[in-house]
């Protein structure tokens, strides 16, 4: 795991779990699919992700055994897509990969791109689920529902609604069962892994 400065204690100690969860991501795989490459990158784009969610209150981290085994990044309704100051700051704190990362770059603003579209088919007020992930060591524990129910409980509360995207359809099944709608589904890019665009009304 690299270290590097300007990552909170909070972040620091869930980066480790969320590593290891998306490590095999069909998204991770496709833009890294080089293992020296993924090892130098990965951990700086997780944890700039959820270093953004933090500041808006959207960092939910789950403990086992002492140990972080899984972390949620969210963003409450209008704090998302961040403001252009957290974007630039997220491209400095990027930077000292991109060595290692520039096809990935390349080919991720493609995909971030297609997907901004599916995302702005929801104008209203949402919470935006950004990633969830678990460590496999913890996995089929229900660390995923422990973290993302309070969220959904909350929107719920305000009366809107949550949106995500994920790569799996083990993922989008799940997140069927929690009341999620396919919405779009699609490849980003001619070459992207196959991407579900789910939103959930409030309750």
Known sequence: MCNFAGVDNEVKRALPAM??????????VHLLPDVAKRRH??????????RDAQRVGGLRVAERDGRAA??????????????????????????????WGV?????????????AAAHRAHAEPHFFLHSL??????????IGGE??????AQADDAHVGCFLFTATEA???WYHSLGFTETTRC????????VWAMWRPPR
Request: glycine fraction near 6%; avoid cysteine.
């Open 147 to 152: 973290l993302i129910q309070p969220v959904l």
């Open 187 to 194: 490849h980003p890019t001619p070459t992207w892994p196959e």
């Open 133 to 142: 992930g678990v460590d496999p060591d913890f996995q089929h524990q229900g």
């Open 171 to 173: 993922n989008a099944a």
């Open 41 to 50: 990158v990965l951990p700086r784009y997780l944890a700039s992700d959820m």
């Open 70 to 99: 899984g972390a949620l990044a969210y963003f409450p309704p209008g704090a998302y897509p961040p403001p252009l100051t957290a974007q630039l700051r997220q491209l400095v704190q990027l930077a000292p990969a991109l060595p």
């Open 103 to 115: 096809a990935a770059a390349i080919e991720g603003q493609r995909g971030r791109k297609a997907n």
């Open 19 to 28: 590593v290891r969860a998306f490590w095999e991501f069909p998204e991770t």
